[in-house]
């Protein structure tokens, strides 16, 4: 069994991937985070003591924070709290997002700055290292507070109650947890707010989308090498020197990729000389340029969300270390702004990827646009329609993309009575940009089976070295078509090494 520490500060999307995809990965933390944990619930614990008003602590929340508690009711309104914010709707949450937004919780209030004791910690550990997965709505969040409701349906297993999923069963939250031994949560003085205040369900499932939409870049490469040498096309347009001259990151590296896959092509050189075009149409000429702006703009987005990844977001925020008996600050680090923004870019970086890549099968399929390639890429146009179909999927796919492309961050619609009159609609960039990466999977897989079948009748010239690698771990998937069969499972098993990374390393 392998084993993440977290610690609040260092935690990559990588290793959140491997705990969201892995039941296998154990969780714990790391030394002298528990200690730092139980430094910021001492000053709760003074605070308390001393009589001082403290929001959601001490008074009601939102418009409600000028009701004063009393202490004999301080543990009535955190756990009021969670089951009345618990009214999320629709289908629920993967497990892998469920589980990549628990281990996030877990890591937040590890940085020490939530005021909750240090068994709330370890018992969301806990859910992750027993397989007990919330069963977590994907509706009801505006992101801001925070992901309110979804996250109150996770924390209601952690008191006992709700719905958790284990071994692929749905329980009651208490028996769920009684299966692995455990004991509901009695949640104290803050602990309820600080485990649905917060930003992790976009960030959660911004995460793993990050970490997808980076594998359809690579096979957005690898199937744009693949189709330019179907349709006889030339990798000059990517020479360094051109790259040089608009020295964009990502368009460098989008550039390298491609000539590396191309390298030492025997298609490329049967047509080097003799060949009246002087240039290729933009979808294969431009490919360093367009693909080359989706891997600048995610490597933006993987920063803002490891950062995320990484921040305290609920409130108020409890900073032991600010004057003699610590400090407890209201603020609004739970505005999922940042996120939502990014995730809105997330959507329009893959949208245009998906884009070029349906235009690309356009052209391998059009026989007015193919050069000799066969109608359909069929070897029996008329009696068989081959790839036909294929690209008005594409093309139902990307037009599908543009219209959830719409931003959600630029929405806002008043809440809690006025109070949180801005919300960042995060959530909502979350789910529309994962039905986007499963899209785009789809139109690269698309492509990736008309470029391989128009390599077909490139024989015996063999493509570039990485092409052909690519071409191999393809044909070892799905069979050549050579008649017309249904082409749904072969669409799926291409979009599933989109979707797995395996044409990364060719």
Known sequence: M????IDGDSLTLEQVEQVATELDTRVVLAAGSEERIQRSRDVVERALASGAVVYGVTTGFGRLAETPIPPDRLEELQLNLIRSHACGVGVPLSRAETRAIVLLRA???AKGFSGVRPVVVQRLLDLLNHGIHPVIPEQGSVGASGDLAPLSHLALVLIGEGQAEVDGQVLPGAEALARAGLEPLRL?????LALNNGTQVMAGIGALLVRGAERAVEAAEVAGAMSLEGLRGTPDAFHP???????????????ERLRALLADSEIRESHRHGDPRVQDAYSIRCMPQVHGAARSALAYVRQVIEIEANSATDNPLIFPDEGPDGLVISGGNFHGQPIAQVLDLLAMALTDLCSISERRTERLVNPDLSGDLPAFLTRDPGVCSGFMIAQITAAALASENKVLSHPASVDSIPTGANKEDHVSMGAHGAVKARRVLRNTEAVLAVELLCAAQALEFRKPLRPGRGVERAYQKLRAAIGYLDADRALAPDIEAAAALVREGALIDL
């Open 188 to 192: 104290r003085a803050k602990e309820g």
């Open 2 to 5: 392998r084993q993440i520490e």
């Open 107 to 109: 890591n937040v209030l």
């Open 241 to 255: 020197a051109i790259m040089r001259a608009r020295p964009h990151p990502g368009q460098a590296a989008s550039a």
